[in-house]
């Protein structure tokens, strides 16, 4: 058997920012470190900061005064950054830098008074911050899409501009048939600059693409509720090639190898290389024996933390 490593994989720009601010204020500030909802979706990489001291909260009321709270990479609402101001808390916004971006086009749209859609998943936390971004009035709102039906619903006067945007994580052909819908329904639809699926979601999935065309099964490295882990399991099982979502080598069965010879494996961009590394050896063990790299897009994006975290030792 072969195992084909997609690239890239595994943890983007965000996500390394949002865990580096993370280490870097336990490092200064000390244990216990408060975090709005996980800093990102994997199991890893949260039961590893849960160990140096920090505490996940999902509710800011429950965070002592005057303590250090860090907003996750998901992003949060107006009202989270209300509530952390009454409680006195040093805030560190982790958010990435993508998702800023639809939260200040969202706050422009509430601004002017322009019904806004947003294509997402219910219940997501980034979801929830960028609805919560939009101040709702007689005159205007956003309203929540998860698919083409929900476009269909909506009862937006069709004389009157309307906007969209999206979640960062999607599937970009699933997300490209809702717009196009939206831009069937409504004749004056103001769009992003450019697409709110991030960079690395896009590379991700056209990496995972090109694997479906040269594997019988595809590893997913990432935990279930990782949205982005969750679309490249969908891309390749709608190609028609198994797929399974794996937290960590143990999730694995030797079952699922049986008559296969190229084995595709990648890790969405909230699961860590130390776990994609656990899993080739484990695959080892059952046999696996070529490792091969497949080639992609390199990705050189980097953002900056606070600078208030940025002190060198």
């Not at 890239?8 to 336990?26: H, Q, S, Y």
């Not at 952390?84 to 749209?109: G, I, Y």
């Not at 960079?199 to 999935?205: E, I, K, V, W």
Request: proline share 3%.
């Amino acid at each position: 058997m072969n195992i084909i490593l997609a690239n890239p994989r595994g943890f983007c720009a965000g996500v390394d920012r949002a865990i580096e601010i993370t280490n870097k204020a336990l490092e200064i500030f000390g244990a216990p470190i408060y975090v709005k909802h996980e800093i990102v979706h994997n199991k890893y990489v949260v039961d590893e900061l849960k160990e140096k001291g920090v505490i996940f909260i999902e509710d800011v009321k429950k965070v002592p005064e005057y303590s250090i709270l860090i907003y996750s990479a998901h992003g949060v609402s107006e009202k989270i950054i209300q509530q952390s101001d009454k409680r006195n808390l040093q805030v560190f916004n982790a958010t990435c830098p993508l998702v800023t971006k639809v939260h200040m086009e969202v706050a422009r749209l509430s601004k002017k008074q322009i019904n806004t859609i947003l294509i997402g998943h219910k219940g997501h936390p980034e979801v929830e911050g960028t609805i919560g971004r939009y101040r709702t009035n007689e005159n205007s709102k956003i309203i929540l899409v998860e698919n083409e039906d929900d476009v269909l619903s909506l009862k937006f006067d069709p004389n009157k501009e309307v906007a969209y945007v999206t979640q960062t994580t999607l599937s970009i052909d699933d997300t490209l048939n809702i717009i196009n819908l939206i831009k069937k329904k409504y004749s004056n639809v103001i769009e992003p600059a450019r697409g709110d699926i991030c960079y690395a979601t896009t590379n991700r999935q056209a990496a995972v693409k090109d694997l479906t065309e040269k594997c019988d099964i595809i590893f997913v490295v990432g935990s279930e509720n990782s949205s982005n882990s969750n679309r490249l399991k969908e891309i390749a099982t709608r190609a028609g090639v198994p797929a399974y979502l794996l937290d960590c080598a143990d999730d694995l069965d030797v079952k699922w190898l049986s008559n296969k010879k190229n084995i595709g494996l990648t890790a969405g961009a909230s699961a860590p290389e130390v776990l994609v590394q656990s899993i080739i050896n484990k695959l080892k063990g059952f046999g696996a024996l070529n490792i091969i790299n497949a080639e992609g897009v390199q990705e050189n994006i980097t953002f900056k933390i606070p600078k208030e975290l940025a002190i060198k030792n």
